[in-house]
Structure formats: structure tokens, C-alpha cells
């Protein structure tokens, strides 16, 4: 979340806004639990590790 603030806030033009929707990405997939990265490389979380 402060990775999207800085990006809008002290960032200027592009780089921000990319900032900010990347780490908005990184915010979703965490709370979601989904990496779609990790699914095209054919990584699996073991819940039974859990």
C-alpha cells in the first residue's frame, strides 16, 4: 500500500503510475492468495505444509 501511495504521491507522470498498479497488483494477489506468475511457471502452494 505505501509503494501505491509513493507512486502516485512522489512520483511524476508514468513511472508512477506504474508503480502504483504494480504494487496494487502485489496487494490483490496476496490478500486473494493467487499468484498468476507462479501458476504459469506450475507452482503449487502445499497446504499440507501448513
Do not use: H, N, Q, T
Not at 22 to 46: I, N, W, Y
Request: aromatic share 4%; proline share 2%.
Amino acid at each position: 500500500m505505501i509503494a501505491a501511495a509513493a507512486g502516485l504521491l512522489m512520483l511524476e507522470g508514468v513511472g508512477g503510475v506504474l508503480l502504483a498498479v504494480s504494487a496494487a497488483g502485489f496487494v490483490a494477489s496476496g490478500l486473494v492468495g493467487f499468484c498468476p506468475a507462479c501458476a504459469m511457471l506450475g507452482r503449487r502452494l502445499d497446504k499440507a505444509a501448513k
